[in-house]
């Protein structure tokens, strides 16, 4: 039986969930209810712990996990507003013992300034293998089938049980409660609300979630992560608006699902890294009214929330902001400085590599596993941040 909380319609349900502390115990044979994404094709789910109320993200990377966890690192490097990430795997090859793991230290911590304004700063992050009962894999997939059978949702079990038999690792996130989609805001219009008008006037005029736009753009420029904006000739793609979500309560752009896809083929990462360049010149050199790149972002969220918010020029050059506060810090990266960010995320969290299902695409003849270092591809990364570094010198007077 569902519980109360999931009796309403599930837009009202979700504004009553609150974030369950990832770095605490999730007793997965007590789990209240488990509800899919709207996309049901995904593999995400929104589980309510066993307090009541307070839920967890469970997602199912596939072959790109560990880029998902580098690209989530990246992006508290870059200081964006993002959600705190462990992985969820099995400990049967463990070499170590829970009692030899610590548990992590939350990725972002809230702060008031002076003049009272709220700031998020990163604490040190590891993103462990598995803590006692509340980090196994297997765990938490039998008790959301468990739920499933229990509840008659067939959904749910089916899919479980798919990720039960097939999943090496699963990612858990922290909920990032209040948070509202592009697509969302779409149909928002729908209801023709002025309050509902005026809730994406706030969000489109808020100066740090402009600055975000244009800090996760860069960010995801550097990945390659295509499946969020669309911007000019960088990707041939049609974004995907639920990937961009913005924090109510936070008044933030939040950064998830970010994602590094590196181009093996060096004819193709060639053509991708003079895109690049272009971008970041064209960044340094233009006003952010003249600037291809950010008008296409903009006319890209128009789409969709067009007939309550047109950008202007002031919009433009806030967007301009961030991507030059983010490009500050990415150009002032070294490749050493790449690397300590990966022995963060895996030598410390210790994950386990023989367990997973990526696919080295580097590993010479005969390579059967994956070893770290082709798992994620540093060099394509640095490569992209040269490509800023490069435009910067070359900055017209």
């Known amino acids: 039986m569902t519980s109360s909380l999931h009796q309403a319609p599930r837009e009202e349900r979700k504004k009553l969930w609150k974030p369950f502390d990832i770095n605490n ?3 997965w044979s007590n789990i209240k209810t488990v509800t899919l994404s709207h996309q049901q094709t995904s593999s995400v789910f929104f589980v309510e712990t066993q307090n009541s109320g307070e839920f967890v993200v469970i997602k199912n990377c596939k072959f790109d996990i560990a880029n998902q966890v580098f690209g989530n690192q990246l992006a508290l490097e870059l200081e964006l507003f993002a959600p705190q990430v462990k992985v969820l795997q099995d400990n049967t090859n463990s070499t170590s013992s829970p009692s030899d793991i610590n548990t992590t230290t939350p990725l972002l911590e809230e702060k008031v300034t002076t003049d009272g304004k709220s700031n998020i700063s990163k604490k040190k992050s590891l993103v462990m293998r598995f803590d006692k009962e509340g980090h196994d894999k297997s765990a938490c997939l039998e008790g959301m089938k468990t739920w499933a059978i229990k509840a008659g949702d067939a959904t749910i079990q089916v899919k479980s ?4 038999r097939y999943a090496k690792m699963l990612l858990l996130m922290e ?3 209040n948070c509202v989609s592009l697509e969302d805001l779409s149909f928002l219009l729908l209801t023709k609300d002025p309050k509902q008008i005026e809730i994406i006037n706030t969000l489109f005029t808020c100066e740090e979630i402009l600055k ?8 995801d420029i550097c990945l390659n992560n295509w499946d969020r904006f669309v911007c000019g000739d960088i990707w041939e793609n049609e974004g995907n608006p639920n990937n961009i979500l913005f924090s109510k309560d936070k008044m933030r752009l939040a950064a998830v699902d970010q994602s590094l896809t590196s181009i093996i083929d060096l004819e193709k990462r060639k053509e991708y890294l003079d895109k690049i360049h272009n971008f970041a010149t064209t960044l340094f050199n233009e006003s952010a009214d003249n600037n291809p790149y950010i008008r296409g972002v903009c006319q ?3 789409n969709y929330v067009g007939s309550a918010f047109t950008f202007s020029s002031v919009e433009f050059e806030l967007i301009k902001r961030g991507m030059l506060e983010a490009v500050d810090k990415i150009t002032n990266m070294s490749f ?3 690397d300590d960010l990966f022995n963060e995320v895996f030598e410390e969290s210790e994950i386990d590599f ?3 299902e990526f696919v080295n695409t580097t590993a010479t003849s005969g390579s059967n596993l994956p070893s770290k270092r082709s798992v994620i591809d540093l060099k394509f990364v640095n490569q992209a941040i040269e490509q800023f570094k490069s435009a910067a010198i070359q900055i017209t007077p």
């Open 212 to 219: 975000d736009i244009g800090k996760i753009l860069c960010l």
């Open 175 to 177: 909920f990032i409660p």
């Open 354 to 356: 023989k367990a997973t």
């Open 336 to 338: 050493s400085d790449l």
């Open 300 to 302: 890209y969220i128009e």
């Open 25 to 27: 115990n999730i007793e």
């Open 161 to 164: 049980e798919c990720e039960l």
